[in-house]
């Protein structure tokens, strides 16, 4: 069965729109013609659906929507909220945007994310960083090593050298206080002092 659209002009001057639907007749050996009017065409000159058309489209799409299998996506968004806050209370995503271009500065904060979640090699976060929705681009392989390698260090002293100012306007200050005991004599970092790990020196 084949389905034609014609224009049959009407004796009221109306050109008017039909669906003309060739059936074959087995009894007859012959095809047959059924004819629906769907529409006219307009003073603008374009097609001009009557309801009978309108209708029998709607309800072709319902049941097309219907009968569609649903197409559904998980995203992991736990390790994604926690990373994030962090992100917004220490204004890492404003720093990184003050060196790096928007693409960039969300592809630097999937890789250390996976980094701190996983702690496996870069090459690997392609998957884990798609399933939580992280980075703007495709993390293959290929890419990351792209991405790393224009990591200058003009960028990365730039960017610890906002990084720092901004950190450091509460007026806070971090020591290492990591007691290293030693023997050696010629080590002008090592003093005579107090153990205080207890260390066994003997």
């Avoid at 299998?69 to 995503?93: M, Y």
């Avoid at 206080?177 to 066994?200: C, F, L, M, P, V």
Wanted: with cysteine; proline share 1%; charged share 30%.
């Amino acid at each position: 069965m084949s389905n034609n659209i014609i224009k049959i002009p009407a004796k009221n001057g109306v050109t008017y729109i039909y669906e003309d639907k060739s059936v074959w007749d087995k009894e007859k050996g012959y095809s047959t013609h059924k004819r629906k009017c769907i529409g006219k065409i307009g003073l603008d000159g374009n097609i001009e659906y009557n309801e009978f058309y309108k209708t029998r489209e709607k309800v072709e799409k319902l049941e097309k929507s219907l009968s569609a299998p649903a197409v559904s996506k998980t995203t992991l968004v736990g390790q994604k909220l926690i990373i994030e806050k962090a992100v917004k209370e220490t204004a890492l995503r404003k720093t990184l945007k003050e060196v790096f271009s928007k693409d960039e500065t969300e592809n630097l904060i999937a890789l250390a994310s996976y980094f701190i979640c996983r702690g496996k090699a870069l090459s690997n976060a392609e998957s884990w960083c798609e399933d939580r929705a992280m980075g703007s681009i495709n993390l293959a392989s290929q890419r990351v090593s792209e991405i790393l390698k224009n990591l200058d260090d003009d960028k990365v002293n730039t960017f610890f050298k906002s990084w720092i100012a901004l950190q450091a306007k509460g007026g806070n200050q971090l020591f290492d206080i990591t007691s290293i005991s030693t023997y050696g004599k010629d080590n002008s970092y090592a003093e005579r002092g107090y153990n205080r790990d207890h260390e066994n020196l003997e």
